[in-house]
């Protein structure tokens, strides 16, 4: 039972260039979170998103961020014009439920570390 | 804004010595959760407490919510080097529908052989 796939695991970046991490959930579960963690800071919410909707993007720096999840298709997280503070690790996560149902359990894939240079 | 203080933010023992982490905060959470997070590997969950007062052991892993829901605890007794990680507590709002969860800095352990 594979858990949640993420890829690329590493992806560099000049600055002004677009970077787009992809994200699987695990088999089953169609509710998927976006979390980032800057260096030396601690893991922050982005965005949580079902099937073909966004539910709660309060966590999106308003510009150049974008996601998605398609109705067929990984998770996409999309960021265009990268700077250097983008830097970062960017993990995706997933559960059968929206998450206040499951007890807000929601399962991490390894993650996507993000390098502008 | 919620918010989740852990304590220590690092910690360094010997083998075989016992441990507790704290996660507090003055707000409510419905939930609490303890990941563990190894260097360049995503958070894997380790327990998630619901109850307040609610005990849970995972083997030498002892973790706890606080009556009023608002702190936990993580107890490991005769740590081993396979413990060494970060260890991070996450809270659900309370108010949240959506699941989002609010992350401590984490703690950094390290247990020497």
């Known amino acids: 039972n594979a858990g949640v796939m993420q890829n690329p695991r590493h992806l560099v970046r000049r600055r002004g260039q677009e970077a787009r991490l992809r994200c699987s959930p695990m088999?089953?579960?169609?509710?998927v979170y976006w979390y980032r963690q800057l260096p030396e800071e601690g893991l922050k919410f982005m965005v949580y998103?079902?099937?073909?909707?966004?539910?709660?993007e309060s966590g999106m720096p308003k510009e150049r961020f974008s996601a998605e999840f398609p109705k067929e298709g990984p998770s996409i997280l999309r960021i265009q014009q990268v700077v250097r503070g983008d830097s970062a690790a960017y993990f995706c996560?997933?559960?059968?439920?929206?998450?206040?149902?499951?007890?807000?359990?929601?399962?991490f894939g390894e993650g996507s570390w993000l390098t502008v240079v | 804004t919620q918010l989740l203080e852990q304590s220590p933010q690092f910690l360094s023992i010997q083998e075989g010595e016992n441990l507790t982490v704290y996660c507090n905060s003055s707000?409510?959470?419905?939930?609490l959760q303890w990941y563990r997070q190894e260097p360049g590997e995503g958070p894997v969950l380790l327990v998630t407490?619901?109850?307040?007062?609610e005990v849970k052991k995972l083997k030498r892993l002892t973790f706890q919510f606080g009556d009023a829901r608002k702190d936990s605890s993580l107890h490991i007794t005769a740590a081993q080097p396979g413990d060494t990680g970060l260890y991070l507590c996450?809270?659900?709002?309370?108010?949240?529908?959506?699941?989002?969860?609010?992350f401590g800095q984490g703690t950094t352990l390290q247990v020497k052989p």
């Open positions: 407490v619901v109850t307040g007062g």
């Open positions: 996560a997933s559960s059968p439920h929206p998450g206040h149902i499951s007890g807000n359990t929601i399962y």
């Open positions: 707000s409510v959470f419905s939930s």
């Open positions: 088999k089953g579960h169609s509710h």
């Open positions: 998103l079902q099937k073909e909707n966004i539910i709660d």
């Open positions: 996450a809270g659900a709002e309370r108010s949240s529908n959506t699941g989002k969860l609010i």
